[in-house]
């Protein structure tokens, strides 16, 4: 399923796909939110998807998370490192946790 959106991401862009890609990351803060609600999501047997978000806007969120995990990590300077997000003994970083809830969320809608 992932091969096919990446296929799919190939082709020239439309101002639909913009669109819904916006609506995607308008939707994001429903299912990451803050540091609480990330737990709470991790915590969960299946993260709490929110409504209008589809396969194609969870697949645009899971860029931004890779995205987020790539440059989200350099050090800045006067900034304090992050604290990792703690769920059953495995730490996350803010961007890990987001792009494992969206992972979880892609292979939920799957079933």
């Not at 913009?18 to 609506?23: A, F, G, P, R, S």
């Not at 931004?64 to 350099?74: D, E, H, N, S």
């Not at 992050?82 to 809608?109: D, M, N, Q, W």
Request: net charge positive.
């Amino acid at each position: 399923m992932l091969e096919a959106a990446w296929l799919d991401s190939l082709r020239p862009w439309t101002r639909d796909d913009l669109n819904k890609d916006l609506e995607a990351l308008a939707l994001s803060g429903q299912l990451w939110g803050d540091r609480d609600n990330l737990t709470r999501q991790l915590l969960a047997p299946s993260p709490e998807i929110p409504a209008g978000l589809d396969h194609r806007g969870l697949c645009t969120l899971l860029g931004v998370a890779l995205l987020g995990i790539r440059f989200g990590g350099i050090p800045v300077s006067g900034v304090r490192r992050e604290i990792p997000i703690v769920v059953r003994g495995r730490p996350f970083t803010f961007h890990e946790a987001r792009y494992e809830i969206v992972l979880r969320a892609i292979k939920s809608k799957a079933c």
